[in-house]
């Protein structure tokens, strides 16, 4: 097993390329083929394919915005754009309220990229368009593969599970990165035991 240098860092797949290298191009073959077995809601295929690319390249557009912290607009406008491609995404499909995890993708990317701080953006964000969703799916203005009852219910659960993965996602990636600082701080102020640290 080659030995990995601490400079260079381990060669890993973190949640954002998981996103964009794995997550989106088999969303979309996966969207198109239920397309066409009638599986999802009668929408045009290029429609799905419309809305993942225009997905991906808003996103990678909207990256070229500096953020400096979870606070800032940048950040903000990051996250409202990966949540609103998602929605836009998983309602097409007539099956949007049963697919409310789906946005835990473009929260661990975000968390990923800007902090564990950003799951308060990210859940926030997540929460306004899934009830966007959902009352276009109550006004009949988006595609509804299950009875209404089921929708709203589904939706709510989906809503309170996603609220909670995220909410214990950010805390153990805040403990994690507390735990790092502190490292760090004793490895350049404590020039005696934080010595063995201090390539780490």
Not at 129 to 141: D, Y
Request: with cysteine; proline share 6%.
């Amino acid at each position: 097993m080659p030995e990995t240098s601490v400079s260079e860092g381990p060669k890993r797949l973190t949640p954002r390329l998981l996103v964009f290298a794995v997550v989106v191009p088999i969303a979309m073959l996966t969207l198109v083929g239920l397309s066409a077995f009638g599986l999802i809601a009668d929408v045009p295929p290029w429609a799905f394919v419309a809305v993942l690319g225009g997905t991906a390249v808003s996103s990678l557009l909207v990256e070229r915005w500096k953020t400096a912290g979870p606070g800032t607009a940048a950040m903000h406008a990051r996250v409202a754009t990966h949540v609103a491609g998602v929605t836009a995404v998983i309602y097409l499909t007539g099956w949007g309220p049963a697919l409310g995890m789906a946005y835990a993708f473009s929260a661990f990317a975000d968390m990923e990229q800007s902090g564990a701080r950003t799951w308060r953006a990210a859940l926030g964000w997540s929460l306004v368009a899934c009830a966007v969703g959902q009352t276009l799916v109550w006004f009949g203005w988006a595609p509804l593969l299950m009875r209404m009852t089921s929708a709203m219910t589904v939706g709510f659960l989906g809503a309170l599970t996603f609220a909670i993965v995220i909410r214990m996602a950010g805390a153990t990636g805040e403990d994690r990165e507390w735990a790092e600082a502190q490292l760090a701080h004793q490895a350049l102020h404590e020039p005696l035991t934080g010595l063995p640290n201090r390539q780490l």
